[in-house]
T-cell receptor, first 117, second 113 residues
């Protein structure tokens, strides 16, 4: 039962470098999300997707890009890494969203710890 | 003021103690989630509720919609319960939109022998 898989688990970047955080889910979920978790702060939504080909900005999208070419994959791209992007990144997926329905439970990946130096 | 406030921020308990973690929110919600973040970082959903009480093993979650407050209780706590417990609320979104989750900052629980 793979669920939501994130790679890599850890990464150190230099300022200005770029990288892609990978996220794959095998539950055929329509909705996928990228969050960042900073020390002492709640998770913040970066981008989300409601299905293949459809993405939208969350609360903190600046400095990131996403794509959703398939239902399974939702990569997060950092083009010019900055120290402010040092964080732990979580990908999540769900069947649905909105309201009180069991399908709205989000399943999380194990996280990617990123340091930008 | 954050939309979701948790208390306490840190909690240390001895094995066997009854534990309560509180969550207060300031917006209208359609659902409230409790999640557990393991020391290794992984996040697991524990409960989703919109009224009353839910129980799963030694975990109990309650919500009072009028008071905009929820509690997570752990009975007969054990060191393996040591984790960060996060409250998140799903705001009432417009029809057809993806309403977002707003997360609290978490309560770090340490249960000792």
């Amino acid at each position: 039962n793979a669920g939501v898989t994130q790679t890599p688990k850890f990464r150190i970047l230099k300022i200005g470098q770029s990288m892609t955080l990978q996220c794959t889910q095998d539950m055929n979920h329509n909705y996928m999300y990228w969050y960042r978790q900073d020390p002492g702060m709640g998770l913040k939504l970066i981008y989300y997707s409601v299905g293949a080909g459809i993405t939208d900005k969350g609360e903190v999208p600046n400095g990131y890009n996403v794509s959703r070419s398939t239902t399974e994959d939702f990569p997060l791209r950092l083009e010019l890494a900055a120290p402010s992007q040092t964080s732990v990144y979580f990908c999540a997926s769900s069947t649905g969203t909105g309201g009180f329905l069991a399908k709205n439970i989000q399943y999380f990946g194990a996280g990617t710890r990123l340091s930008v130096l | 003021k954050n939309e979701v406030e948790q208390s306490p921020q840190n909690l240390t308990a001895q094995e066997g103690e009854f534990i309560t973690i509180n969550c207060s929110y300031s917006v209208g919600i359609s659902a409230l989630h409790w999640l557990q973040q393991h020391p290794g970082g992984g996040i697991v959903s524990l409960f989703m509720l919109s009224s009353g009480k839910k129980k799963h093993g030694r975990l109990i979650a309650t919500i009072n919609i009028q008071e905009k407050h929820s509690s997570l209780h752990i009975t007969a706590s054990h060191p393996r319960d040591s984790a960060v417990y996060i409250c998140a609320v799903r705001s009432v979104g417009a029809s057809g939109t993806a309403s977002k989750l707003t997360f609290g900052t978490g309560t770090r629980l340490q249960v000792t022998l």
